[in-house]
């Protein structure tokens, strides 16, 4: 599943669903991964993993990301990667991943998130104003699921991103069809854009 910004001159497409990796969903991550829609996106983090571990993990995700046309980002890395993305907490935040070369934004917190217990969210009202300051496509991230983010797209969300709302297990997981630096670079796999599930903004 892609999107295409009219903002940007090429037109290029981005995913619309994200999946985010993290330590503390352990094995369900590779079923995670299967579910997603060819085209959909993969951030890769593991930032808490040693470095040899972190490699092997990280090529064993880009292989079935390459066997499934998955596009596989890497968090830790800046360069060779076939969407640059950035993050928004706020306004400059977002500003300064537009000026350091962000092609996307993922905003967030946008609701609570288990990954950062006791933080507060944005809301999807400031999430959005956010976004909107920025001008890059916006990913909503922090407690999403498909039913939210079908609220937050008629705000201006570009796509989705979650850890928890795409676990198999999660009971806030739905049909996503409906819908540290310094570790090292390698193995970045874009899936083609322009799917046949793509679609104008």
């Given amino acids: 599943m892609a999107v295409r910004h ?53 090529h064993r995700i880009a292989t079935l990301a390459r066997r499934r046309g998955l596009v596989l980002v890497d968090e830790a890395c800046a360069r060779n990667q076939p969407v640059r993305i950035g993050r928004a907490h706020s306004v400059r935040e977002g500003l300064a991943a537009r000026r350091a070369g962000a092609e996307v934004v993922f905003v967030s917190p946008v609701y609570p998130t288990r990954t950062h217990p006791g933080a507060p969210a944005l809301g999807p ?18 407690g999403m699921n498909a039913a939210r983010f079908r609220r937050v797209r008629a705000l201006g969300f570009a796509g989705w991103a979650a850890i928890d709302g795409l676990l198999p297990s999660s009971r806030h997981a739905q049909n996503p069809g409906e819908r540290r630096p310094g570790y090292g670079c390698g193995h970045a796999v874009a899936a083609k854009a322009g799917t046949p599930e793509s679609r104008e903004t």
């Fill in 125 to 142: 009202v400031r999430a959005a104003r956010i976004a909107r300051a920025v001008g890059l496509p916006a990913i909503a991230l922090g």
């Fill in 6 to 58: 009219p903002s940007l001159s090429h037109r290029r497409a981005f995913p619309v669903l994200w999946l985010m990796t993290d330590e503390r969903i352990g094995e369900l991550l590779w079923d995670s991964l299967v579910r997603l829609p060819r085209g959909s996106g993969v951030v890769f983090r593991h930032h808490a993993a040693a470095p040899a571990e972190r490699a092997v993990l990280k």
